[in-house]
């Protein structure tokens, strides 16, 4: 799993190679993972400054009564391009969204539709020195 979440351009044989798995050993156990749901699918992660998007924000929202993430307006929002993630999480803030603008005044485009929704509160990311990290299952000897 961390190979191919490292590298999904790796073939098939070398992924085989690397963990000691006969290239039809190999395919099969990844077949399994797709079948299953566990590897939901490959791309590309591209750099969004290179892209031109100068500013990654995260956006929380409390909306307004009658706004779900099913709501026209809603779906309206987060089928923008630069909208990157939508999360529906508990606590004081209904959703989450990470978005990718190209400067201020782009979020300030951004933050007007959402602000009609509910209550926002933004943060801009600084720098992200985290990011794309392999998901393994978990250890399944710990408490």
Not at 79 to 90: I, S, T
Not at 107 to 133: H, M, W
Request: with cysteine.
């Amino acid at each position: 799993m961390d190979l191919l979440q490292t590298d999904g351009r790796i073939k098939l044989s070398e992924l085989g190679r690397r963990v000691r798995l006969s290239p039809a050993a190999v395919t099969e156990r990844v077949r399994r993972l797709e079948a299953s749901g566990a590897v939901t699918g490959y791309g590309a992660r591209v750099s969004p400054a290179r892209l031109g998007y100068g500013l990654q924000a995260f956006i929380r929202v409390n909306p307004h009564g009658g706004y779900t993430l099913k709501h026209p307006r809603t779906l309206e929002l987060t089928a923008r391009p630069e909208v990157l993630e939508v999360h529906h999480v508990v606590g004081e803030d209904c959703w989450i969204l990470k978005v990718a603008v190209t400067d201020t005044v782009h979020l300030e485009d951004v933050l007007e539709q959402t602000s009609a929704l509910g209550r926002t509160t933004t943060s801009i990311v600084l720098s992200s020195p985290v990011e794309g990290k392999p998901l393994l299952p978990p250890d399944r000897t710990r408490p």
